[in-house]
């Protein structure tokens, strides 16, 4: 069974420094993992995605995510917050594995809420 | 392009009242998914269907019931509502999670409150 845990719920930064929000995955197989973004009273977007290919990912908005496999994490960083990058951020954990024991759902870790201060 | 397309937006229902959450994708994509989300707990998975005539129970599917008789279509169906069903709920499809660029491209949600 997959899952993931994303160990702050709310983050503060001010603005012009550095963002870190942390995701931790557990996984029998080989999995897919994603950061996505909800603006208040917004839809769900997709920010970056790691999927075995290059370990450090580079998203939108000057996001990206390093995969760490030794360390099961997958963490989100930006060098230099902006007002605008305040909003909710999931890590999600998908797919993976060989074909009898794949585990096809996606599965969403609980969000952090990020707070950006003038 | 439409992508992931979720009616209403927004209903309010008596509790015991019974009403069906659209979904609809026009990306041919074989996977489809309902998660409900509450404030602080993330998006739990309702129901998910790998593909037309397939359904499966996610984390919290109890009070739902969902079919996949078409690919483009995705059904969520509360039959007797209930306060504890007063969330945001968000259709998502994707093409295969085996695949090594898969995402989820997700609706714009539909806000329902059971009072």
């Known amino acids: 069974a997959q899952s993931v845990t994303q160990l702050d719920s709310h983050v503060s930064v001010s603005e012009g420094t550095p963002v870190l929000l942390r995701c931790n995955y557990s996984?029998?197989?080989?999995?897919?993992l994603f950061w996505y973004v909800q603006h208040p009273n917004k839809g769900l977007q997709l920010l970056l995605k790691?999927?075995?290919?290059?370990?450090l990912v580079k998203g939108i908005n000057g996001f990206e995510a390093e995969f760490k496999k030794s360390e099961t994490s997958f963490h989100l960083t930006k060098p230099s917050a902006h007002m605008s990058d305040a909003a909710e951020y999931f890590c999600?954990?998908?797919?993976?594995?060989?074909?009898?024991?794949?585990?096809?759902?996606?599965?969403f870790g609980k969000g952090t809420r990020l707070h950006i201060l003038p | 392009n439409a992508g992931v397309t979720q009616t209403p937006k927004f209903r309010i229902l008596k509790i015991g009242q019974s009403m069906t959450l659209q979904c609809t994708q026009d990306?041919?994509?074989?996977?489809m998914y309902w998660y409900r989300q509450d404030p602080g707990m993330g998006l739990k998975l309702i129901y998910y269907?790998?593909?037309?005539?397939?359904?499966d129970k996610g984390e919290v599917p109890n009070g739902y019931n969902v079919s996949r008789s078409t690919t483009e279509d995705f059904p969520l169906r509360l039959e007797l509502a209930a306060p504890s069903q007063t969330s945001v709920y968000f259709c998502?499809?994707?093409?295969?999670?085996?695949?090594?660029?898969?995402?989820?491209?997700f609706g714009q949600g539909t806000r329902l409150t059971v009072v």
């Open positions: 996984s029998s197989y080989s999995p897919s």
């Open positions: 990306m041919n994509h074989n996977y």
């Open positions: 269907s790998v593909g037309a005539g397939i359904t």
């Open positions: 790691y999927t075995s290919a290059a370990t």
């Open positions: 998502a499809s994707s093409d295969d999670t085996q695949a090594t660029d898969t995402e989820a491209f």
């Open positions: 999600v954990v998908s797919g993976g594995g060989e074909l009898m024991n794949r585990d096809d759902k996606i599965i």
